[in-house]
C-alpha cells in the first residue's frame, strides 16, 4: 500500500436540529461574536434573528454583519475585519453558503493579524495566517461548497480579475454545523449549482493524484449520494430526506477536499467566475465535467469505471474498466436532471476569453493543474474549453 495522509481537525455536528447549538459552541470561543452572513437570505428566512437569539441566549454580544456579496471579495473582507476590531469580536461566525463561510474565514485572519487581506493572497511574498487567526464556527445553509470543513477561503480580488484562495490549518473552523433543516428553504436553481459543486469536488478528488484509500471512500460516497439525492431536492426543497442526503455529500466531499484539494476543473471554473463575476461557482464547473471525461476518462479506465458506477451508470458484472467510457454520459445525464447540462456559451462567456482564461489557469491555478493526474498544456486547456463551450 502506498504511504498515506490524512487530516481534519473540525468538529462537525451533523443532523436535523444540529443548529440548536450554535449558541454554545461559539461561546467555548470567545464572549463577543462577529455573525458574518450574506445580504438578504437568511434576514428573509428569519434564520439571522434565529441564529442572533441563540448566540445571546449563550450569553455572547453579537455584531452582524450582513454584507457578504455571492463571491466575496477583498473589499468586503477588509470591511468585515474592520468590524472585528471596532467591536473588540472574538469569534467569527458564519450563517449561510459558501460566500459567507469563505468571508468569515478571511475576515478571521486579517482580524487576527491586523493586515488587509491582499496580503494573504498577493503571489509574490505571500504572508501565511499564523494561529493568530480568530477562531471560526460555520453553519451552512447549502449543500454546498464544504467550506465548513476545510482550510480554503476563496476571495475576489476586484483589480486583478482574479479569484484567490487562502489555504491555510489556522483556517479550518473549530466547528461545523450541518443541518439539513437549514436548506429547506435554499431555492432550486441555488440548490442545483451548489450539489454540481459537490458533485466535481467528489469526482476532482477522487481522480487527483493526492486521492488515498480514505478520501476514495468519501468520493464515491459523495457521488452516490449526489446522484440519489440532487434531483430529488431540486424537485422538491422540502424533500427533507433529499435534503439530508446532500447534506451527506456535502460532509463526505469535504473530508475529500480537505485532503485532496481540487484539480482542472476548478482550475479552470475560477479564472471564469473572476471575468465573469455573474456566474455561479457550480455552474461553470458543470459546463466543464463533461468534456474532461469525454476526453480523458482513457487515462484511468478503473478510475473513471467506478465514478460510472457511483452515478448508476456500469455493465453490471464486468470489469469495472468496461463502464468507464460512460462516466461522460453518467454525469451529463444528471447534469440534466438538474437543469445544468449547459456549455460556456450558456453563462454569456464570450468564445474571445477562453484562451485568456486558460492563460490565467496557467499563471494562478497551478496547485490545481498538479494535482491533476494528465498533464495539460495551454492548447490542451484551450482544447478542454472550446470542447466545453457549445452544448448543441
Ligand atoms: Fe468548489
Not at 173 to 197: F, S
Not at 219 to 247: I, N, T, Y
Request: charged letters at 20%; hydrophobic letters at 45%.
Amino acid at each position: 500500500m502506498d504511504e498515506f495522509t490524512f487530516f481534519n481537525p473540525v468538529r462537525l455536528f451533523c443532523g436535523t436540529g444540529a443548529f440548536a447549538g450554535l449558541g454554545e459552541h461559539a461561546a467555548e470561543h470567545g464572549s463577543r461574536a462577529l455573525l458574518v452572513t450574506g445580504r438578504g437570505s437568511a434576514r428573509k428566512t428569519g434564520l439571522l434573528d434565529r441564529a442572533v437569539a441563540l448566540l445571546e441566549g449563550a450569553g455572547l454580544h453579537v455584531t452582524v454583519f450582513d454584507r457578504v456579496p455571492p463571491n466575496p471579495t477583498a473589499t468586503v473582507v477588509d470591511a468585515g475585519a474592520a468590524v472585528v476590531r471596532d467591536g473588540g469580536c472574538e469569534v467569527i461566525v458564519a450563517v449561510g453558503g459558501g460566500s459567507a463561510m469563505d468571508a468569515a474565514k478571511a475576515i478571521a485572519v486579517c482580524a487576527g493579524h491586523s493586515a488587509p487581506v491582499l496580503d494573504f493572497l498577493r503571489a509574490e511574498d505571500k504572508r501565511l495566517p499564523t494561529d493568530a487567526t480568530l477562531p471560526i464556527i460555520c453553519a451552512t445553509t447549502t449543500s454546498g461548497t464544504s467550506s465548513e470543513l476545510t482550510r480554503f477561503a476563496v476571495v475576489t480580488v476586484e483589480d486583478l480579475t482574479q479569484k484567490s484562495a487562502i489555504a491555510s490549518d489556522f483556517i479550518y473552523p473549530r466547528v461545523a454545523i450541518v443541518d439539513p433543516e437549514l436548506t429547506v428553504t435554499c431555492p432550486p436553481g441555488v440548490t442545483a449549482n451548489v450539489g454540481i459543486d459537490v458533485l466535481a469536488h467528489a469526482i476532482e478528488g477522487f481522480f487527483s493524484t493526492a486521492a488515498s484509500p480514505v478520501t476514495d471512500a468519501c468520493a464515491e460516497r459523495a457521488m452516490s449520494l449526489v446522484a440519489q439525492h440532487l434531483p430529488k431536492a431540486v424537485a422538491d426543497g422540502g424533500d427533507l430526506d433529499a435534503r439530508a442526503g446532500m447534506s451527506l455529500a456535502n460532509v463526505f466531499a469535504g473530508f475529500e477536499l480537505s485532503n485532496c484539494g481540487a484539480t482542472v476543473l476548478h482550475g479552470l471554473e475560477h479564472p471564469i467566475s473572476a471575468h465573469y463575476p455573474e456566474v455561479a461557482h457550480g455552474a461553470g464547473l458543470a459546463t466543464l465535467m463533461v468534456a474532461y471525461a469525454e476526453r480523458y476518462w482513457d487515462r484511468d479506465p478503473y478510475r473513471f469505471g467506478r465514478i460510472a458506477k457511483a452515478l448508476g451508470r456500469w455493465v453490471a458484472g464486468a470489469p469495472l474498466e468496461h463502464s468507464a467510457e460512460f462516466a461522460a454520459d453518467a454525469i451529463r445525464a444528471l447534469l440534466a436532471r438538474v437543469g445544468l447540462d449547459i456549455g460556456l456559451e450558456d453563462i454569456g462567456v464570450e468564445r474571445d476569453m477562453l484562451e485568456t482564461i486558460a492563460d490565467d489557469t496557467l499563471s494562478y491555478m497551478r496547485g490545481a493543474l498538479d494535482k491533476t493526474p494528465v498533464e495539460l498544456s495551454r492548447d490542451d486547456l484551450i482544447e478542454l474549453l472550446e470542447a466545453s463551450y457549445s452544448r448543441s
